[in-house]
């Protein structure tokens, strides 16, 4: 089992930064593909950015691309932590974001479920809000 834990959302103006954090523990090595996923009220929920924590490959959606940055800190013992830095916030952003996270077998597979709505992911935290006003 693996248990995400998010950190980091709030409120800020357009053109702001908030970073968010997700701490994965537990049998982290069932999870080596993390990342966000958000959802919006009215809107499906959409991949954000993603990372595979084996080589530090990053997937971004196009949305989100030169804004957002993922990094991985594998420095903990016995967990592993993933950072979103979102620069650049537009109301367009606002959104709970989800991170979620499972085991794929490379790089190719965890770069493809990036680009679903995360059926393909089996861990999930709780969620945190982030709102930008404009």
């Known amino acids: 089992q693996v248990q995400l834990v998010e950190s980091g959302g709030g409120s800020v103006q357009a053109g702001g930064s908030l970073r968010l954090s997700c701490t994965a523990s537990?049998?982290?090595?069932?999870?080596?593909?993390m990342g966000w996923f958000r959802e919006a009220p009215g809107k499906e929920r959409e991949a954000v950015a993603g990372?595979?924590?084996?080589?530090?490959?990053?997937?971004?959606?196009d949305s989100v691309k030169g804004r957002f940055t993922i990094s991985q800190d594998n420095t903990f013992k016995n967990s592993v932590r993933v950072y979103l830095q979102m620069n650049s916030l537009k109301p367009e952003d606002t959104a709970m974001y989800y991170c979620?996270?499972?085991?794929?077998?490379?790089?190719?597979?965890?770069?493809?479920?990036?680009?679903?709505?995360?059926?393909?992911?089996?861990?999930w935290g709780q969620g945190t809000q982030v709102n930008v006003s404009s």
């Open positions: 979620a996270s499972n085991f794929f077998h490379g790089p190719r597979t965890c770069g493809t479920a990036w680009t679903g709505t995360g059926a393909d992911f089996e861990y």
């Open positions: 537990g049998y982290v090595h069932n999870s080596n593909c």
């Open positions: 990372i595979y924590t084996g080589g530090g490959i990053t997937y971004y959606a």
